[in-house]
Each structure stands twice: as structure tokens, then as C-alpha cells.
């Protein structure tokens, strides 16, 4: 039942062990990569987003200096690309858990189908 690979030492079945925990550490990583790529990308369109509500909001403040009007732009930019970032994070992580739900479920099926 077991075969041993000379070159390694080791039996078939630590090799797949092996296989599976490297297949799990891709997807953990593929996993991150998403809600990193999805923050990132929140933040840049919140971000900018920002700017323009907040250039907006700085125009129509009466008598302010322009000090004021750098901060209220800078202020409404970074609390806007902070909340896309959350939420884009989140939503990236909730389509990571839909995409190894699939793979499960097809990993099932082709065990069931074969007969394992």
C-alpha cells in the first residue's frame, strides 16, 4: 500500500500530507492576497472619492482660510478611502470563502464520482 521514494525518503501518503498543507498554504495566501488587493483598491477609489467630496465641501465653507480648506479636503479623503478600504477588504474576504466552498463542494463530488 505504501510506495517509498527512494529520492526523499519518504511513503506516498507523507507526500500527499505534505501536497495538501502547501495546497492549503496557496489558498490561505490567495486568501490574503484578495482582502489586500480588495483594501488597496477601496482605499485608492474612497481616496479619491474623498478628494472630490471634500474639494466640494471646502469650496462652499464661507471665509475660511485656505488652511481650513486643505484640511477639511485631506480629512474628508482619508475618512472616505478608510471606510471603501473596510469595506472592500471584507467583501474580498467573503469572496474568497465563496471560491473554497466551491472547491470543496467539487472535491466532494469527484471523490463520490470515483468512488473514494
Not at 500500500?1 to 502547501?22: D, F, P, V
Not at 486568501?31 to 488587493?37: F, H, R, S
Not at 471603501?84 to 467583501?91: H, K, L, R, Y
Given at each position: ?19 495538501r ?55 474628508t ?6 471606510m471603501?478600504?473596510?469595506i ?29
Amino acid at each position: 500500500k505504501y510506495i517509498l521514494n527512494i529520492k526523499n525518503n519518504k511513503t506516498m501518503s507523507q507526500q500527499q500530507t505534505s501536497t495538501r498543507g502547501t495546497a492549503a498554504k496557496r489558498r490561505r495566501q490567495g486568501c490574503i492576497n484578495a482582502v489586500t488587493q480588495g483594501a488597496m483598491m477601496g482605499s485608492i477609489i474612497g481616496g479619491l472619492f474623498g478628494a472630490v467630496m471634500g474639494l466640494w465641501q471646502a469650496v462652499k465653507i464661507p471665509e475660511a482660510s485656505s488652511f481650513e480648506r486643505v484640511k477639511v479636503t485631506g480629512r474628508t479623503a482619508i475618512l472616505l478611502g478608510a471606510m471603501f478600504s473596510g469595506i472592500m477588504g471584507v467583501s474580498g474576504l467573503l469572496h474568497c470563502e465563496e471560491d473554497e466552498m466551491k472547491m470543496e463542494r467539487n472535491r466532494r463530488e469527484y471523490c463520490k464520482n470515483i468512488g473514494y
